[in-house]
């Protein structure tokens, strides 16, 4: 009893460390400067939402948050359609090709994407890609693809192969098989690639900053670093920018968070 008492304290005191920064953001972008200065932790009396409209209007989030959204559901688009059937073949291939292909997808986990970054910019210059959506989805489809191969194949690894035999004994070919009954069973590893996928290209600053600084199809990252930089005297501003800026993934993972310990449990039991 006195050690779940005492584990129970624990949690208690982690979950409040971790939840500490989110009420701060939150508490200092609802403040008028005056209200930072004098009492910055306390909550907001009263609470306004004057920073919100105007850091949505200076930093020009709504321009942003398309880009942002346009990368990300196109890459990860791409990512679904071409992981999860490449993950197919790989799990149910029995040749040493498959075997190859496989380790090949893990060695793009292993080795780190910045070894490439100088040949990747040099690459997507030489297609006329520089500042553009196209390019970033290429890039992020290209970068993220072997992570979604290595979700994809544990999970199918952990399904029967009678599901798709069945299907092919009917008539069906490989290609129908698998988007008539192998995919519609892969909803829960679709929803940890969605997730952790989407989190990383919708937070990714750097890569963004390099292929899109300039251009007029900036993401949210990059525009709230020019805001920031701009602002950075007007706290509450700041603060209002960086909440807008991370609401749509926070929203996303939230809807789709039970999947993601799902995904994995299922995956790593094949």
Do not use: C
Not at 14 to 28: H, K, R
Not at 120 to 148: C, E
């Amino acid at each position: 009893m006195k050690r779940t008492f005492l584990l129970e304290i624990v949690m208690i005191a982690v979950a409040v460390a971790f939840l500490f920064p989110v009420y701060a953001l939150i508490t200092l972008s609802l403040k008028d400067p005056a209200q930072i200065s004098q009492t910055p932790l306390a909550l907001p009396a009263p609470p306004s939402l004057d920073n919100y409209a105007t850091a949505w209007t200076a930093a020009s989030l709504g321009p942003s948050l398309v880009n942002s959204t346009v990368i990300t559901v196109v890459s990860l688009v791409a990512l679904i359609a071409l992981g999860s059937f490449a993950a197919y073949y790989l799990a149910r291939a029995q040749s040493r090709l498959g075997y190859g292909l496989y380790v090949l997808f893990l060695l793009g986990i292993v080795l780190p994407f910045q070894l490439g970054m100088i040949p990747l910019y040099q690459l997507v210059t030489d297609l006329g890609l520089i500042g553009s959506h196209a390019g970033m989805i290429i890039f992020y489809t290209g970068i993220q693809l072997p992570f979604t191969v290595f979700l994809y194949t544990g999970f199918i690894r952990a399904l029967p192969r009678e599901y798709a035999s069945a299907a092919q004994i009917d008539g069906a070919s490989h290609l129908v098989a698998f988007a008539k009954v192998v995919f519609p069973l892969l909803r829960p590893i679709t929803g940890t690639v969605l997730i952790l996928n989407a989190v990383f290209i919708w937070n990714d600053f750097f890569t963004p900053l390099l292929y899109l600084g300039g251009s007029g199809y900036e993401t949210i990252p990059v525009s709230v670093f020019a805001f920031v930089g701009q602002y950075v005297s007007n706290h509450g501003l700041v603060f209002a920018g960086l909440v807008l800026g991370s609401l749509p993934i926070v929203l996303a993972f939230l809807l789709l968070q039970r999947y993601v310990i799902k995904g994995f449990s299922s995956g790593l039991k094949g």
